[in-house]
């Protein structure tokens, strides 16, 4: 994760009070939830490398994939810290990314592109909202591993160029966003429904139903902001 932009969700500044205990059971699904999908986008990364027409564009990717895997590791600290061991606490979540990973298979660079700036960022909305009513320690983790990598200006810049006056390009990069927009909420409530635990987490972070929808809502808004960014 960590392709996010000037349009992600931004909760920093209007942190509610702490709603979640330190020691909610939610916690340990919450670390391994993002933890399959930093060893996930570091293993699709270095294999969306190869799909690169540059020298350049190869290099970002790989570090991109090296970003990733730091916060993996991250993670993994993180989990140990509690006692848990992460291969054990991510296997509920395996099926469930992979399913999303096969289900957005890009077939190009410039959809590769698109998926690590969008479809991530989706996923950093999520989850940064959450973290504002997260205990500061496991806030603290969960804003480190989706930080904005070095390279989002770099993948901007990629796919703004190639869809300049290509209005086909653009057109169909429009709707791989939209899909990669609508996977990542099925996935997500897929994966919510499975757990308890992570469920009430994020209920406890919300609020409540009402308080989750408010949330997709403000996913899909800042999803056509980030999509402009890109020039689709």
Known sequence: MGAQSPAALDVSSTDPAVSVPTDHPGVIDLFAVLAYGEISAFYRLAEEAKLSPTLRGKVA???MAADEMEHFT????????????????????VSALDDYHASTDPSTWLESMVKFYVGDGIAADFYTEIAGALPPDVAAVVRDVLAETQYSEFVVDEVRRAVAGNRSERDRLTLWGRRLLGEAITQAQYVMAQRDALTDLVLTATGDLNGIAALFERMQASHAERMAMLGI
């Open 74 to 93: 991250t993670l993994q600290s993180a989990l140990a810290a509690r006692n848990t061991d992460i291969f054990v606490a991510m296997a509920p979540f």
């Open 61 to 63: 990717v790989a570090t």
